[in-house]
Structures are given as C-alpha cells and as structure tokens.
C-alpha cells in the first residue's frame, strides 16, 4: 500500500512542488502549511513518515517535533532547513528529528532519505543483525558488550545499572556497534547500515550522533566505549 508522507512547509511554492513530487513518486501526502496543522494531522492520521520545514510560524517545526516525542510518537521526522549551520542542525536533531535535508534541496536526495527512513520502521537495521557477527547474549535474548546491555525488543539500554535514555537512531547506532564489538566499522558501512545512504565526506550527521552517544555513554573516571579510528569510523571496545 501507499505509504502516506505528512508534509508541513509554509512556502506555498515549495509545499506544492513537494507535495507534487512525491505523489508522482508514489506516496499519499498530506500537505499543510504550519505547525498548528501538522500536529492536528498528526493526531487525526498518524502518517508513515513526517516532513517538518524548520522555519514555520506560530508553531515551527522543532516545536512540532518536540511535542510529538514527548507524546512518545516514533513516527520517522524528516526536517527540511535553509539554515546551514552544524548547531541549526544539531537542534533539530535534538528535538528528535531523524534526518534533514538543507534547502535548496534536489529531490531525489529527499525521496533516498525518506526511503532510508522508512526501510529502518519496517525490515531495515532496527530489526536485525546489520553485520554477521556473533555477540554475547544473556538468557533472556538482550546483547551485552563492553559493560553495555541491550534488550533490541523492548529498545532500552544500560550502562551497568544505569539506564540510557536514547533517541531511536541513537539506539540503532549503538545496536550496530554493539553487535561488532571491537571491529573497526567505516562510515560508509555505518551510513549504510542506519540511514541506508552514504551522504558523501561532507556530511556530519554520523559525528554528531556519535558525539550524542559519547555525552551519553561516558562517566567519569570510567573507560571511553566509542573510540575514532581517524580517516576510517568508529569502534567500541572497552580499553
């Protein structure tokens, strides 16, 4: 079936060659032009998948995005920005927006990303094994490695006792390095494996999730878990 996007943008020009677009690529969309509408919409039908332009009136779209996470809706958000800089885009991430994409945006690379999206609610990374690699399990099914826990139904994890409060690409993220504990993952298998495209040398959403995870993971005095293998990717292991 069709799966249906919620679009919110106030450019009427960019909303309806937008919504245009992705109804000629197959998708049932529901177009408004503020926040006030998206959160109402969201409410009425929850969609598929979201697409929240940053910059609305009234209500904008980080605002729309916070209220729905704390609502605890997990439906995929896919932000549309004009603002360039890293901390316009962490924000929006930190509001619990999954991906963005910088205006002036081609389309196509808004149709991958909505694609990347909407395979990781459905059979993508979040419901197996990314890399065939054996890892410890507890009885119970949950997956341990260097002092961290998982439980992949229930999606929570564990420092030792305490308990990680983490976004779902977050989570999935560390799922990936979990379950290769101590192999070295590049970032274009990373990028594969969680956003199921490689957004090129110049993209900083993998640093910035890994700086999330790190800010999260750490304790003081404790061993780092997340280390940088420079001009590869990343590892976990507990040195």
């Known amino acids: 079936m069709p799966q249906n996007v919620l679009l919110a943008e106030d450019d009427r020009a ?21 926040g006030v509408e998206a959160l109402a ?15 609305m009136p009234g209500i904008d779209g980080l605002q729309v995005c916070r209220v729905l996470r704390a609502e605890g809706n997990r439906t995929p958000i896919l932000m549309l920005t004009a ?33 990347a999206l909407l395979r990781r609610t459905g059979t993508g990374a ?70 199921g495209y490689d957004f090129g040398p110049g993209s900083k959403n993998l640093a910035v999730y890994v700086g999330y995870l790190r800010r999260k993971l750490d304790e003081p005095a404790a061993p780092a878990l997340i280390h940088t293998v420079r001009g590869v990717g990343y590892v976990l292991r507990e040195d």
């Not at 360039?84 to 149709?111: M, N, Q």
């Not at 826990?149 to 976004?167: F, K, N, V, Y």
């Open 14 to 34: 960019i909303r309806h060659a937008l919504e245009r677009a992705l109804a000629l690529e197959g998708y049932e969309v529901t177009a408004v032009a503020d």
């Open 126 to 195: 979040a419901n197996g094994t990314p890399i065939d690699v054996p890892v410890p399990k507890e009885p119970d099914g949950q997956i341990v490695a260097a002092g961290l826990r998982m439980d992949i139904q229930a999606r929570r994890a564990w420092r030792g006792q305490r308990e990680l409060e983490l976004t779902r690409t977050e989570f999935e993220l560390l799922e990936l390095l979990v379950r290769n504990a101590g192999i070295v993952l590049d970032h274009a298998t990373i990028y594969d494996r969680i956003w």
């Open 41 to 55: 919409q969201a409410h009425r039908t929850p969609p598929d998948v979201l697409v929240l332009d940053v910059m």
């Open 83 to 115: 603002l360039v800089e890293t901390a316009d885009r962490i924000a929006g991430l930190d509001a619990g927006a999954d991906d963005y994409v910088v205006k002036p945006f081609d389309v196509e690379e808004v149709f991958a990303r909505l694609r």
